[in-house]
């Protein structure tokens, strides 16, 4: 309650400061004009107008928002009947009335919400959200103590004014966005908006204490900060399921056809590892910015809470579900937008995503392949031409360029070796083997595994080169099998890693995104200013993929070396393999996003005298 009472007060606080700058700004204004001339006054006076109105504008649009409900799987009582008289009975201890609806989301979290009316003076419909790896990796203990300390905001009242305290942030945060970078009225609004945080922060900080003695009235002690340390090892396994297992097939196009019940399986399975995460000390470094208490500050509320002596239950949460595996296809269905991905089995969707992140690097190859031989079909059998030749060398080099030539064809054997695991994939005798408990294995069609690295050491040497290929040829291995798919570079699986707007390259106004695989530029307007703003609306307006086919990308590898003649504002040329040079120069009025312009001086340094892999 105090926390929405203090963002109330703090909101109207932040209205009072823009109605006394606005007092002050048309003081400046009428005194300019009677000082020199009306005209002069406007001039001055009109930013910082604007800048006071923009908090009407964030007002207005706070006002008119509702945080709208997290995307889910509505769980009925009739569908979940366990899991809703649980839910019921720990409503009836905590003290409070039970949720009118449990949602399942894809979210490695728990959450409460409460549509309410008049500023929270009437109380209206509440939700339960409960993550879908919660359910599949905590016990029914573990679960009831999250619930329980979800149940606290609602017996404690946090939710009733949260919509308040939400309608705060996005007024304060909607008025700094509109105000200009150099605007003087915007360094009032931004010091304010920091106590704001501050205050807002500190409540929160209070809320989840309270919610936690809760938890521990409802489950004692101990099974409530075995579920507190819980959380962070279900995070990182969550992470690390997405990162190793979803993510590259996903951007290759597949989709698996049981994706939670997929994290189930790897958490069943890397039980080792998650004891070694159990054992690690959490690194918590909180400060006043931050809405939750350290682990370590919460655990020692919860050991000096009131021992109550409760039933255990050491079942999996699941068992509080009819049906896992329903539950998770439904809840796919629900929040997955696969689009046009080819829905696959795991093992399928593991073999597809391994082949294709190797034809992602053998595309690279072969297009620098083809780009020094002139070759039109670049491939395998092309680099072998190459390595016969004596030449591999000058295409080695190029991925290896603190090395000499001789030495670069040697290490190029690892490279080597990924072409020929995938022209065994292509020639259909070798066989990705999916594993939760480990990572994915190359094996024959017997099952025995498969390890090209000897052959490919020989392969790299034109004296040993007709050697290699006899050996891949008792393998079943067809030299011509591995050949290029993507003969032009494009963003697809991108990350964003700088954006600076204003700059100017080749004398055009232009905004730079900067991706981890190339720089991507876009036509910017003369004014400097909203630099930030435009940047954020651009990178939220479509996928980086679909960005670079419609402005002008040039992927790293396409750069030969890179020519840095001035640090601060950074000024530097780009020399592409066709002849090309690309002029780039930052404005000292410019704008970014971070740390932006230290990671594009950290490229260029790296890119430069010779590209790399």
Do not use: C
Request: charged share 25%; hydrophobic share 45%; no cysteine.
């Amino acid at each position: 309650m105090f926390r929405a009472a203090a963002s109330v007060v703090m909101l109207l606080g932040f209205y009072v400061v823009a109605l006394i700058q606005l007092a002050a700004v048309l003081a400046f204004v009428v005194w300019a004009a009677m000082e020199h001339h009306a005209a002069v006054g406007l001039k001055l006076g009109l930013p910082l107008l604007l800048a006071v109105g923009a908090t009407v504008v964030g007002l207005w649009r706070a006002v008119r928002t509702r945080p709208e409900p997290m995307h889910g799987l509505v769980v009925t009582p009739q569908g979940a009947p366990e899991l809703w008289q649980t839910v019921h009975a720990l409503a009836a201890e905590v003290g409070t009335r039970t949720p009118d609806e449990i949602r399942l989301v894809p979210e490695v979290n728990a959450a409460v919400s409460e549509d309410t009316k008049l500023l929270g003076l009437i109380g209206g419909r509440r939700r339960l959200y409960l993550g879908m790896p919660l359910v599949q990796a905590l016990s029914v203990d573990q679960l009831r103590s999250v619930v329980a300390h979800e149940l606290g905001h609602y017996s404690g009242r946090h939710t009733r004014l949260g919509a308040v305290a939400y309608r705060g942030r996005l007024a304060i945060g909607g008025t700094i966005s509109r105000i200009g970078r150099w605007n003087p009225v915007g360094m009032v609004f931004r010091g304010y908006a920091r106590l704001y945080l501050l205050v807002d922060n500190a409540a929160s900080r209070r809320q989840e204490l309270d919610a936690d003695r809760a938890s521990v009235r409802v489950a004692g002690p101990e099974v409530a900060m075995s579920a507190l340390r819980e959380l962070p090892v279900i995070d990182a396994a969550w992470d690390f399921y997405f990162g190793r297992y979803v993510a590259s097939g996903w951007e290759a196009g597949y989709a698996p056809d049981d994706f939670f019940g997929g994290f189930g399986q790897l958490f069943a399975a890397r039980g080792e590892e998650l004891a070694e995460l159990r054992d690690q000390e959490p690194e918590e470094h909180k400060s006043r910015w931050d809405t939750h208490p350290s682990t370590a500050e919460r655990t020692a509320v919860m050991r000096t809470a009131p021992q109550p002596a409760h039933p255990v239950d050491g079942r999996p949460a699941t068992a509080l579900l009819p049906s896992v595996q329903a539950a998770g296809t439904a809840l796919q269905s629900e929040v997955l937008d696969v689009g046009d991905r080819k829905v696959l089995p795991w093992p399928q969707f593991t073999a597809a995503a391994a082949t294709a992140r190797l034809q992602v690097t053998a595309d690279r190859l072969f297009r620098s392949l083809g780009r020094l031989t002139g070759t039109p079909d670049p491939g395998l059998a092309a680099l072998f031409d190459l390595v016969a030749a004596g030449r591999l060398g000058e295409l080695a080099e190029e991925f290896f360029p603190d090395a000499g030539r001789d030495e670069a064809a040697a290490r190029f054997a690892g490279l080597m070796d990924m072409l020929f695991v995938l022209a065994a994939i292509r020639s259909g005798t070798a066989f990705w083997r999916h594993s939760w408990s480990g990572p994915v294995r190359l094996t024959d069609a017997a099952g025995a595994e498969l390890d090209f690295e000897e052959i490919a050491k020989l392969a790299v040497s034109p004296d040993t080169l007709e050697e290699a290929r006899a050996r891949l040829g008792e393998h079943g291995v067809r030299v011509e099998a591995a050949g290029i798919i993507e003969r032009k570079a494009t963003a697809k699986g991108s990350d964003v890693i700088a954006a600076m707007a204003n700059l100017k390259v080749d004398g055009a106004h232009t905004d730079l995104v900067l991706l981890d695989r190339g720089f991507l530029f876009v036509p910017g307007p003369k004014s400097t200013d909203n630099g930030k703003q435009r940047l954020q609306e651009l990178l939220s307006s479509a996928p980086v993929e679909q960005l670079a086919t419609r402005y002008r990308f040039v992927p790293f590898e396409e750069v030969r070396a890179t020519t840095v003649t001035k640090r601060t504002p950074a000024k530097a040329e780009l020399h592409l393999h066709d002849g090309t040079e690309v002029a780039l120069e930052e404005r000292w009025t410019g704008e970014q996003l971070g740390e932006s312009r230290d990671t594009l001086l950290q490229v260029l340094d790296r890119l430069g005298g010779k590209p790399t892999a």
